[in-house]
């Protein structure tokens, strides 16, 4: 079964207009779709989910900050602005080069006369034994919205027992010292300094620890040195401990085995670092580099293909970029104006990358930010105004209103308001089994 596109007023009557088919409503996928919102082709924007992610503010949903609404976006609601766009929602299986097609895991096929593929990457867990099976991503709303209920369950929990499940102490890990990592270990101390001893009164936050483990030296190794010290100092100030130079082992369902066979007790465990190209990316017949990502030329076509692209976190670039927001919505947008190009009979252009600088937050008033200037230079951030400019920029940046003003609100709360003894936002969490714990 082959699904058509919808559509909406072809420029000209008798005449099928060109079929741009873009795999992935992220930040490259969207930006794509822009980019051809005054083209004359018929665009299809297919996601196996309905809703776009805001995947930097993931962090928030998972230590309780932020609903799970505030940063995803209806993808089909984008189509109000660009009539000659239209959604699939389904999930890919292959694709058909030669027969330009792509095939979905339901059976049906789209049609295509360029693809661009921005399906993202997922979580690497670098062969790690038992990673998979026994951490949390926060790659997904459902990733994290199942950690931040693994984290109240074991707070709950160890309030109704009396002690904390299977120790004495209360550990959650997080691995990787990447932005992830850092913003989501300094989250989880601010959630314990500032709440807990309030809204858990059952329990002693100085029983609660919060481990980061990072294989390299350093933490936010992309970051100048100055800012990286400085991000290190207010992680320990807040109580995070630094495990740096420390590969993990292997992660079992009661805590994590340290390369040096040190066993750290743990209930809670976050993976966040390593990215790799989803799976089924082996089977679409593209070139693949490292991390399994899709390997592309300067101009964002896939190697040895001409109607193909790919752009964001899948695409390996000649140069190589940061796997960040802005990279993914430029090279999107430089996919989408290529196909314009050679929709109109002209040749395609290289991208280069508009450098705005990178920014992390360790928590309220904390952040660094390394914001490019004019003729290679940068300005280097710390401390209140690095944390403002970390607002702004990650509310403005959400799409809908509805969002920013939600995120907004919610953020200014947490940070901003007087009282500190603000609201977590949380899920479900079981009731304790005090007889279920005893046979564990």
């Known amino acids: 079964m082959t699904v058509q596109p919808a559509a909406p007023r072809p420029a000209t009557a008798g005449r099928r207009r060109p079929h741009v088919v873009i795999l992935g409503g992220g930040f490259a996928g969207l930006g794509a779709v822009r980019a051809l919102r005054n083209a004359d082709v018929d665009v299809t924007l297919v996601d196996q989910r309905t809703y776009n992610t805001f995947q930097p503010l993931l962090y928030q949903v998972a230590t309780a900050g932020l609903n799970a609404g505030d940063v995803t976006f209806f993808l089909r609601a984008t189509r109000m602005k660009q009539l000659n766009l239209s959604f699939r929602h389904g999930e890919v299986d292959s694709i058909d080069s030669d027969g330009n097609s792509v095939h979905f895991t ?133 109580g995070v401990e630094l495990r740096l130079n420390t590969s993990v082992k292997e992660v079992s369902a009661e805590g994590v085995t340290l390369g040096n066979g040190e066993f750290l007790p743990a209930r809670v465990v976050i993976w966040a670092t390593g990215v790799t190209a989803p799976k089924v990316v082996a089977k679409w017949g593209v070139p693949q580099g490292r991390g399994g990502r899709i390997t592309v030329d300067a101009d964002m076509r896939v190697h040895g293909f001409t109607n193909i692209f790919a752009a964001g976190d899948v695409a390996v670039t000649p140069d190589a970029l940061p796997q960040l927001a802005q990279p993914a919505l430029q090279g999107g947008k430089q996919a989408g104006k290529n196909i314009k190009h050679l929709v109109a009979g002209e040749p395609t252009t290289d991208f280069h990358y508009k450098d705005k600088g990178t920014m992390a937050t360790i928590g309220r008033r904390a952040a660094i930010a390394d914001i490019a200037l004019p003729f290679g230079k940068s300005l280097k951030l710390t401390g209140t105004l690095a944390w403002l400019i970390w607002l702004y920029v990650h509310i403005a940046t959400l799409l809908g209103n509805r969002n920013r003003m939600a995120t907004f609100v919610n953020l200014v709360t947490k940070y901003l308001a007087p009282s500190r003894r603000t609201n977590p936002i949380v899920g479900d969490v079981p009731v304790f089994d005090r007889e279920a714990v005893k046979k564990q």
């Open 106 to 238: 339901d059976g049906s096929t789209l049609d295509y006369d360029y693809l661009v593929i921005c399906t993202g990457v997922t979580t690497n867990y670098f062969n790690t034994p038992g990673a998979e099976e026994n951490t949390l991503a926060i790659y997904s709303r459902a990733q994290a919205l199942t950690l931040r209920d693994r984290i109240f369950t074991q707070l709950e929990h160890a309030a109704a027992s009396g002690e904390f499940i299977g120790s004495p102490e209360l550990t959650m890990v997080v691995v990787g010292a990447g932005a992830t990592g850092v913003e989501t270990a300094g989250a989880l101390a601010e959630m314990r300094n500032d709440a807990m001893a309030v809204v858990y009164p059952e329990l002693d936050p100085r029983r609660t620890h919060i481990v980061l483990v990072e294989m390299g030296g350093v933490v936010l190794p992309p970051f100048d040195n100055t800012l990286r010290e400085y991000a290190a100092k207010e992680l320990r100030e807040r």
